[in-house]
């Protein structure tokens, strides 16, 4: 199941990341702003291309 994270990189949205990454789910997360994709919780999300008006990874 997919599930899709807006805001990731905000701090609920990492709290999201941190929770969600230990589940059977397939993390998408939605933010302005691409994070550091290699450190945690970032990298349990799925890596996408970035988009104009904002970053899906």
Do not use: K
Not at 2 to 30: F, K, P, R, Y
Not at 47 to 55: E, I, K
Request: charged share 20%; net charge neutral; aromatic share 6%.
């Amino acid at each position: 199941m997919w599930t899709v994270i807006t805001g990731a990189t905000g701090n609920v949205g990492t709290a999201l990341l941190h929770v969600l990454e230990h589940e059977d789910a397939e993390l998408v997360g939605l933010a302005r702003r691409l994070p550091d994709t290699t450190a945690a919780p970032y990298r349990a999300a799925a890596n996408r291309s970035a988009t104009r008006r904002g970053a899906e990874w």
